[in-house]
């Protein structure tokens, strides 16, 4: 490497671990209690998935071999898209390897410098970065505020005009006001995109979602689904009309220019997607256990934010004070995310627990004591006023 880029790279790092957002990733272990995954109905592990996984590779090999627009997309995909549209109220459905990619090629085959993209301020970051992957003028407006929302449509004097919003922000837990996002973008003749990675499989009927089958596809004409969270696998899809999904499959590069997902995934997700919409009661054990776990944090006077979902943040500020605990909790074999800027603005560092339908109330107990005991050893260590 030449002095020049090594000097960059390490300027870069220096300065990320001076401000205490340096991230290190661990191989997981088998005996550490997951509070931070998004498994929420605890299909990652089913048997019957992996055993749909299995039979899919057995019968279409282990990889699509192509991509959708050459030879690769295969039957299993087409079911897969068509189960999909069924389940969100949509006419049709397109798969793409990754949420991430979704949000990119969505964004990137809609608009373009002449368009106008609305983003909530708190928006994952693949949108974010969609947006400036399409050359759209962005504006980000106050989280989950439908008035600053308003006034920045008001002043846009472009034709085209797209409000992109999570439905579950993915670092708080809260749900967007899907009824005023679509009053609003209707009322300025704007289009509204949601991404529901962390709504589909545990918000709404069957598990639709937050936009699901409440809202159609005049409400909210594009609907961002992923796969790899509550459904277990892997992969991501957008629903909608069926002249935007041709528009998508004709102009969205990261759907037309990759392998296509290996159809082996896709067979486990049809499966996975059986049991969503077949098994309420999963849903029913995250409710309970997100009651639990709120119920019990509440008592200990835990900085609980606000959120009705699997995502409970406890928020800390600082980012040493959110290493620490962390930390605690990891000698303890308990993992949940460590929330640091730049994922989340200065001084909101947070720890991010999630809780599935498979986690046992000793397990939630367990996570409880633990915080209990970060709480404590803060107390004994700050001195007395
Ligand atoms: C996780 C997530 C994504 C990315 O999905 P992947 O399939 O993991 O790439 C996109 N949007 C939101 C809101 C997410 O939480």
Redesign the pocket.
């Known amino acids: 490497m030449s002095e020049a880029w090594q000097q960059r790279l390490a300027d870069a790092r220096a300065h990320r671990q001076q401000t205490e957002r340096w991230r290190t990733r661990q191989v997981a272990k088998s005996n550490t209690l997951d509070f931070a995954g998004?498994d929420y109905l605890g299909l990652a592990q089913d048997p019957r998935v992996s055993e749909a996984q299995a039979a899919g590779a057995h019968r279409y090999g282990a990889g699509a071999g192509a991509s959708h627009l050459v030879s690769g997309h295969l039957e299993v995909h087409d079911a897969l898209e068509e189960a999909l549209a069924h389940w969100t109220g949509r006419e049709r459905a397109l798969l793409?390897s990754?949420?991430?990619?979704?949000?990119l090629g969505v964004l990137q085959a809609l608009a373009d410098r002449h368009t106008a993209l609305f983003q909530d301020r708190l928006?994952?970051?693949?949108?974010i970065d969609g947006a400036a992957l399409s050359g759209a003028r962005s504006r980000r407006f106050h989280h989950r505020d439908a008035i600053d929302l308003e006034s920045l449509l008001a002043r846009s004097e472009c034709a085209h005009k797209l409000v992109v919003s999570?439905?579950?922000?993915?670092m708080d837990g809260d749900i967007a006001d899907i009824a005023t996002l679509a009053e609003v973008s209707r009322q300025h003749n704007a289009w509204l995109m949601i991404?529901?990675?962390?709504g589909v499989g545990v918000l709404g009927d069957n598990g639709s979602g937050c936009v699901g089958s409440t809202w159609n596809s005049t409400d909210v004409p594009i609907l961002?689904g992923?796969?790899?969270?509550a459904l277990g696998t892997?992969?991501?899809f957008v629903a909608g009309d069926a002249e935007l999904i041709e528009h998508l499959i004709q102009f969205s590069r990261s759907y037309i220019y990759t392998t296509a997902q290996p159809p082996a995934i896709a067979a486990a997700t049809l499966k996975a997607l059986e049991i969503v919409q077949s098994e309420p009661e999963r849903r029913d054990q995250l409710n309970a256990n997100i009651a639990y776990f709120r119920h019990e944090a509440l008592q200990l006077g835990l900085p609980l934010s606000e959120s009705a979902t699997p995502i409970q943040p406890l928020i800390l500020g600082d980012e040493t004070r959110t290493l620490s605990w962390t930390l605690q909790l990891q000698q303890k074999s308990i993992q949940v995310g460590a929330i640091r800027p730049p994922t989340v603005p200065k001084g909101e560092s947070r720890l991010r627990v999630t809780l599935s339908a498979h986690h046992q109330h000793d397990d939630i107990d367990q996570l409880l004591a633990a915080l209990h005991h970060c709480q404590q050893q803060e107390a004994l260590c700050s001195p007395c006023v």
């Open positions: 998004n793409f990754t949420g991430y990619m979704a949000n928006n994952h970051a693949s949108l999570d439905g579950v922000f993915s991404d529901d990675a962390h961002v992923t796969l790899g969270k892997a992969g991501a």
